[in-house]
Structure formats: structure tokens, C-alpha cells
């Protein structure tokens, strides 16, 4: 299995019903290419990890890229490992925006989520580096 964690910031633009239409387009290609994975969003940052068969994996992250709703795109990691963190993901979303409460109650969800991770597969690696770098983000 072949993951990709990468941090990219959003155009100032993008609004969250632009989101939202991305994310849905995202979770039905996805499914179509047996792609998994989770998208964090936090003050224009987008963190994101992608896990599938390398090839797909890869000509997502190229049309990624391409996207001009993404700029300043950084990849975090790339990992060759043995199994999926979330096998029931097409695409997992957390926005992290809002007020101070509900960011605090978006966190408690998303360590929620990074608890239900295989990480008996072999991708102990990419879940340490996809977690930390998701609680670095929130430190901003």
C-alpha cells in the first residue's frame, strides 16, 4: 500500500460550498480508483493523506497539483507500507475552522478517528507522521 501524507493552502476564495462540492467529487473517485484516506482543513491549510495502489495514488496527487484551488503544495511523506490506516474511507473530512469550543470539540473527533486507524499493518510510520503533523497544524 502506498500513502502520501502533503500540506497545501487553500486560495483565499475557496469557500466552504466549494469544499464541500470537492469533497464529493473526491469521495466518488476515490471509491472508483480504491483510494483511501483524510483530508484535514484548519486556516486555509489543507492536510492530507492519500493511501492506495502507487500508480493511482500518484496520478491523483499529479492532478492535486495541477488544482488551483491548492498552491504551495509540500509533500510531508511518502511511504511504501503493508496496509491501509482507514480501509472504510473514501475520503474522511475534518474543517477544523470556528470557534474556539468547536475547534476543541473537532479535536476530540478527529483523535476519535486517528484511534479507529489500522495501525497493526505496517503504516505505524505514516499514522505517526499524519497525526503529528494534524496536532502541529492545530498548534498555529
Known amino acids: 500500500m502506498y500513502s502520501i501524507i502533503y500540506e497545501s493552502e487553500a ?3 475557496f469557500s466552504p460550498t466549494a469544499i ?14 480504491g483510494i483511501t484516506g483524510c483530508i484535514i482543513f484548519y486556516k486555509g491549510v489543507f492536510l492530507q493523506l492519500l493511501e492506495g495502489a502507487e500508480e493511482e495514488v500518484e496520478k491523483l496527487f499529479g492532478r492535486i497539483k495541477e ?3 491548492h498552491h504551495d503544495v509540500k509533500v510531508i511523506l511518502e511511504n511504501d507500507g503493508n496496509g ?5 474511507w473514501s475520503m474522511a473530512f475534518y474543517d477544523l475552522s470556528g470557534s474556539d469550543k468547536d475547534i476543541t470539540q473537532k479535536r476530540q473527533l478527529l483523535e476519535i478517528y486517528f484511534n479507529s486507524a489500522n495501525t497493526d499493518k505496517g ?15 492545530l498548534q498555529e
Open 11 to 13: 486560495h483565499a476564495d
Open 20 to 33: 464541500f462540492k470537492m469533497l464529493l467529487g473526491a469521495k466518488n473517485y476515490n471509491r472508483e480508483h
Open 67 to 69: 488544482d488551483n484551488r
Open 84 to 88: 491501509r490506516l482507514w480501509e472504510d
Open 123 to 137: 503504516s505505524n510510520e505514516v499514522f505517526r507522521v499524519f497525526k503529528d503533523t494534524a496536532f502541529d497544524l
